[in-house]
């Protein structure tokens, strides 16, 4: 019981949950303050490279998926809440070392604002893609709804892992260099421009080796095929999700506390 | 006499790295050459052994010579810091000083920032809206605190930062060194108003290089020598002993 109260009190940062939900309401403030451009800004990114990504897969590799369009929207606008995600975990911790100099803070405060403003940016673009689904004519499946969980899992993924990265970036500054080289590599190698069934029988595993695999396999799943979230996925995105989230524990009641002085 | 603050054999040193590689690819470069180097470290003793109570209602000055520490101590009290060896007791909700305006966000106005600092000093919407109208007297800000943050001068940061955290209802205070900044007629009035919170039986902690300031307002003085505790008692010989450190 103690263990699972001070899981929480840590993961979620009780302890400052006033400061949390001030510096979400911040950074959404910010963005949103030009009302509708700062929507129209946070969806452009991913919007335009839906785009591309529909040109030239599409038109010039001629790839046969039918409504590619919604396809590769479905997959690029969680995959931008993930880069967005990791990205801010790995500067949070170097890039407000003077306030945690300052004032006693848990280390993870501001991953968790940033990681809440990047799920709620996240939700307000899925009407655009129900836009674009409707205007194409995809009819929308009630298995949709199985977004939530796995977006609730990807979040906790996220949350976890840029945690740890922000950690690390602490004693390695070429870790963002690295990073952007990774995530570059990820993308391609996670089902998000292509289905998983058009990888050769013999690579298979890559969708199983890689975190985000069988979460953006099961976004394509629920929402572009309208089927049911299988049980076997539903394990084994758990499973990761559970794994980041229990080193992310252990790591940041065990060292985190010291990592002040090194900053 | 209820004792807040017990520090009981409080020790504290840093690690300094010498040589610390800080790119995973200059790691990854040593061990092609088959060595795991992680360079070389020392440690730096800040605190050796110490010991104090501070008791409830007291208005305490800490002096010492640079570096000797009186920073990296109240870290330890706020809980910045935790010490190597020895502990710490609070109890009370501290409102630590250490720097004002920190935690402040440039974009935001002054009177949204006055939300976001009680909230990192632990305070919540209700209990800082109560107190929001002392606050924004106080800093004698005007119309000012409805703009940004970063159009204000450093003086207008440091009254913002000021007044949040003494209207606030924290039991316990800590300043350091934060009275040097801001214009005469200010310090005065955060003097005034720091005497005023110990008056309704705040705790209050400054940390000062100011021998008149300890003599004037405080109950007890503090002073760090070489890592230990070189004196603890009345504010007068305190400050005497302060200046015969040379």
Redesign the interface.
Known sequence: MMFVSNFFRSFLCLDHKFVVFHLVLRNLKLKYRRSLFGIVWSLLGPGLSGFVYYFVFKYVVKMDIENYLVFVLSGVLPWGFVTNSLTSGLETIVGNHTLFNKIPLRLNVFNLSENVTHLVNLLVSIPVLFFFSFVTGHSLSINSLYLLPILFMLFLLTYSVGFLLGIVFVYFRDLRHIMSIVLQVLFYLTPIVYKTDMIPEQFKMIVYLNPFGVFFDSIHQVYYYGNALSLNALGIMASWSLFFVLVFHFVSTGVSRRIVEDL | MRPVIQAINVSKS??NWMDRP????K?LINLTKGKLDIGQKSRVTILDNVSFNINEGEFVGIMGKNGVGKSTLL?LL?????PDKGMIRTSGRIA?L??LG??F?D??TGY?NI??N???L????ARTKEKLKQIIEFTELGDHIYKPIRNYSSGMVVRLGFSIATHLESQILFFDEVLSVGDLWFQQKCIDKIRELHRAGRTVVLVTHSPDQVRNFCTRCLVFNNGKLGFDGNPDEGAKYYEGLG
């Not at chain 2, 800080?22 to 690819?25: E, G, R, T």
């Not at chain 2, 706020?78 to 935790?82: Q, R, T």
């Not at chain 2, 632990?122 to 919407?125: A, I, L, M, Q």
């Open positions: 840093f690690t800080h790119s995973i690819k790691v870290k706020s809980g910045i810091y935790s630590p250490l720097e920190a935690g966000s974009e935001l949204e939300f976001l009680a909230a990192i632990g305070y919540g919407r």
